[in-house]
């Protein structure tokens, strides 16, 4: 089983930056591609951005393209989620999302083809 932690979320006034971190224990991290998504209250869980196990494809949501950037260190079984010119828009609680399927070339989007889930993180932009 694969345990993932996030971190790094928290208050932040529109235009500022925020970077996150999902830390995984239990199994080897570096074989699965991850995602992030974020869920707003009342609204759908949904795509953030997403890597490939060897770190090699990203890719993002329109609504965070330019903006949001997604990278893993394998060696320390940690991806990170860097925002800048963050919007009240992007307030909502953020989860990591590993896919077990091991070494594939394919990176989801959709958080049906994830197996794995942290608890989230809260992230709050103030106009």
């Known amino acids: 089983q694969l345990q993932l932690v996030e971190s790094g979320g928290g208050l932040v006034q529109a235009g500022g930056s925020l970077r996150l971190s999902c830390a995984a224990s239990?199994?080897?991290?570096?074989?699965?591609?991850v995602g992030w998504f974020r869920q707003a209250p009342g609204k759908e869980r949904e795509f953030v951005a997403a890597?490939?196990?060897?770190?090699?494809?990203?890719y993002y949501a329109d609504s965070v393209k330019g903006r949001f950037t997604i990278s893993r260190d394998n060696a320390k079984n940690t991806v990170f989620l860097q925002m800048n010119s963050l919007k009240p828009e992007d307030t909502a609680v953020y989860y990591c999302?590993?896919?077990?399927?091991?070494?594939?070339?394919?990176?989801?989007?959709?958080?049906?083809?994830?197996?794995?889930w942290g608890q989230g993180t809260q992230v709050t932009v103030s106009s």
């Open positions: 999302a590993a896919d077990r399927r091991e070494f594939t070339s394919a990176v989801h989007t959709t958080p049906e083809e994830y197996d794995y």
């Open positions: 239990g199994r080897t991290f570096s074989r699965y591609p």
């Open positions: 890597i490939s196990w060897g770190g090699g494809s990203r």
